[in-house]
């Protein structure tokens, strides 16, 4: 491994790459209600497609200044002006266990999660015994829920088709 963290840096296998979350999500959002079903389901069938997430991918290149780039995401995402709304921040650079690395931001308004990304973005940060820049952040609205109900998933390519894991991961 590099020592970075970067998409690159994480295969676990030759052939597999990650992604970022705020991609993952997006691709997810997209196909739900626009793939065949493949098994019957007693679920009514969409008569719409899901609408864009609300998905405030921010990446910080080396030679950019933090504030332009947060100021420009008010433009580019104008519902974290939203009043009253809670957001969740994040770097997207494949971390595991960001939550125990304190690199998650709960439940905080548009200018608590621009101020903690602020302190982060662009500056170096250890997990464990890797050390990495922090360049790509993901900011998304808080969704209040019991932690028992939050789930990993993987995805993975096979030949002509994709399997979605079960909650705790293949069989």
């Keep these: 491994m590099s020592?970075?963290?970067s998409p690159s840096s994480r295969f676990s296998r030759a052939r597999?790459?990650?992604i970022f979350e705020a991609d993952g999500k997006a691709i997810l959002n997209y196909h739900l209600t626009r793939s065949p079903v493949v098994k019957d389901t007693p679920l009514p069938k969409p008569t719409k497609h899901n609408p864009p997430p609300r998905l405030a991918s921010l990446h910080f290149p080396e030679d950019a200044?933090?504030?332009d780039i947060l100021d420009q995401a008010e433009v580019t995402y104008p519902w974290l002006l939203q009043s009253g709304a809670k957001f969740v921040a994040k770097p997207d650079q494949l971390i595991k266990r960001r939550g125990k690395s304190g690199l998650l931001a709960l439940n905080k308004t548009w200018p608590e999660a621009k101020a903690?990304?602020?302190e982060r973005a662009g500056k170096e940060q250890q997990v464990e015994h890797v050390t990495g820049v922090l360049r790509q952040f993901l900011v998304e609205p808080f969704v209040p829920h019991p932690q028992d109900t939050e789930y990993y998933i993987n995805?993975?390519?096979v030949r002509e088709v994709s399997r979605v894991s079960a909650p705790f991961g293949f069989p």
């Design 65 to 67: 200044n933090v504030n």
């Design 3 to 5: 020592g970075k963290f």
């Design 116 to 118: 903690w990304v602020a």
């Design 16 to 18: 597999a790459v990650a």
């Design 155 to 157: 995805i993975m390519s």
